[in-house]
């Protein structure tokens, strides 16, 4: 059987694969297993609860919190909030584990759930897997003055605002900045964050019904923040996703500006105000070749993982380093938090843009995009990838080609059979071209 939990937790249709059934089940096995590796030793255990805005995670996260509660762990509810609010709460509250009820950025029918351990981390694999392993055990139940306690966490947006803004190394006077939340979990918070560091804040995507949460608005539709940034004339806007732990950005001409754009300007920043532990940020393999020679030539190493941002969290916490992230926009700043925040990414772009004064499109041409073409080969055994001669002469061939003008990636889909050809080059042509030339070596030597 497939792994039940991916790369984020536990996803799947709500109410079809993600069931208040399983929810309560997941919590109850994650509480046994905490428990069994000493994480509740010596005082009662706590949990703080989390979700989007998503109808299905009404009755969701009441499934985890009786499935908490039930397992004798004290609850500490707080409603709709943001991912890394949850996250950033767990260790606030010194609870022992967190639950947040949320699918990030995919649409409304989805849902899911996440665990994170004490301290806001997220579980290792192999916490999972045993997690996973205990579904549906019997257990001894606990009675009386035993079982948890459920409390409403009601100033936990207090809590994270006041988070938010102590981190800032300039507020945010003079802007003017459109935020779009995506109908998800940061429409309160996010506008109340810029507002409360001195900006003036046309709010869109900022109204949630339970069913419109990344509909049309958000980091995955950027068109209503570029127009709205035209016609309000403001100084760029940012756009967050469902729960709020990534964050793109448009310029004032209606530009966007990508995760790498803005992984680039944030490690300028830190580079000059001395944090930026290493001189290093932490990219996937994914991230453009403009940024990797903007940052190299500004004396900063960036070092490349494995697409997923836990592979780029882990490469940070291997190397003691406090800036990483994903083009995406997904992008973790550990010295301010244990997971991506859209809200503080956002926070952290526009005092820059406060403190220098330059405009972000000035800011972001710190970084040329070479263009970058990217190829799906699919229905193909993905597995013969490593061994195939042939492929690795043609791709050998296409990097001595592109020298220090390009690069060539070829990497294997987790879940499908499916090589993804990436090429980027000074020349878009050329990147095409020779894009086209590997994919058809990949077909001719690999399909099915």
């Known amino acids: 059987m497939a792994r039940l939990f991916g790369t984020d937790g536990v996803r799947g249709v709500a109410n079809k694969d993600i069931t208040a059934e399983l929810a309560l089940d997941l919590s109850v096995a994650a509480a046994h297993v905490l428990a069994e590796v000493g994480a509740f030793n010596g005082h009662r255990p706590v949990a703080v609860v989390g979700r989007d805005p998503r109808a299905s995670g009404e009755f969701l996260a009441a499934a985890t919190v009786a499935g908490l509660a039930s397992a004798g762990i004290d609850v500490r509810d707080a409603g709709v909030l943001p991912t890394p609010a949850i996250a950033y709460l767990v260790a606030e509250q010194d609870a022992d584990l967190g639950a947040m009820l949320s699918a990030s950025h995919n ?91 001195g900006a003036q804040v046309t709010l869109i995507g900022g109204d949630p019904d339970g069913l419109n949460i990344n509909d049309g608005y958000g980091s995955t539709h950027t068109e209503h923040l570029k127009e709205t940034v035209l016609a309000t004339g403001a100084d760029f806007g940012i756009a967050l996703d469902g ?3 990534r964050c793109l950005a448009v310029d004032a001409a209606g530009h966007e500006v990508d995760g790498d754009q803005i992984m680039a300007i944030l490690a300028l920043a830190m580079k000059e105000q001395g944090v930026l532990r290493g001189d290093t940020l932490v990219a996937t ?6 940024m990797i020679q903007a940052l190299g030539g500004a004396g900063i190493k960036v070092l490349q993982t494995a697409v997923g941002d836990r592979y780029v969290l882990e490469g940070m916490k291997d190397g003691g380093f406090s800036l990483g992230g994903e083009q995406s926009g997904h992008v973790v700043m550990l010295d301010h938090g244990t997971t991506g925040d859209g809200t503080l990414t956002g926070l952290m772009l526009a005092s820059r843009v406060a403190a220098t004064g330059r405009t972000l499109a000035d800011l972001a041409g710190i970084m040329t995009h070479f263009p970058q073409v990217l190829v799906n080969v699919k229905d193909v055994d993905k597995s013969a990838l490593d061994a195939n001669a042939a492929v690795a002469d043609a791709v050998r061939a296409a990097e001595g080609e592109l020298g220090d003008t390009g690069r060539v990636l070829l990497r294997k889909s987790g879940t499908e059979p499916v090589v993804r050809v990436m090429v980027e080059a000074a020349d878009r042509d050329q990147a095409r071209t020779v894009a086209d030339r590997l994919v058809g070596v990949v077909k001719a030597e690999l399909s099915l």
Do not use: C
């Not at 849902?111 to 579904?135: C, P």
């Not at 940061?186 to 560091?197: D, L, Y």
């Not at 393999?285 to 403009?290: K, T």
């Open 107 to 197: 649409p409304m029918p989805d849902n899911g759930i996440k665990f994170f351990a004490r301290g806001g981390h997220k579980l290792a694999d192999d916490l999972e897997d045993r997690i996973e392993a205990r579904l549906r055990d019997d257990w001894q139940r606990p009675t009386g003055g035993d079982v948890g306690r459920i409390t409403a966490l009601a100033d936990g947006a207090d809590r994270y605002v006041a988070h938010l803004l102590a981190t800032l190394p300039h507020r945010l006077e003079g802007l003017h900045v459109v935020v779009d939340a995506a109908h998800g979990a940061a429409s309160e918070v996010a506008p109340r964050a810029f507002r409360e560091a």
């Open 243 to 245: 729960d709020a732990d």
């Open 285 to 290: 393999v994914m991230s453009n070749l403009g």
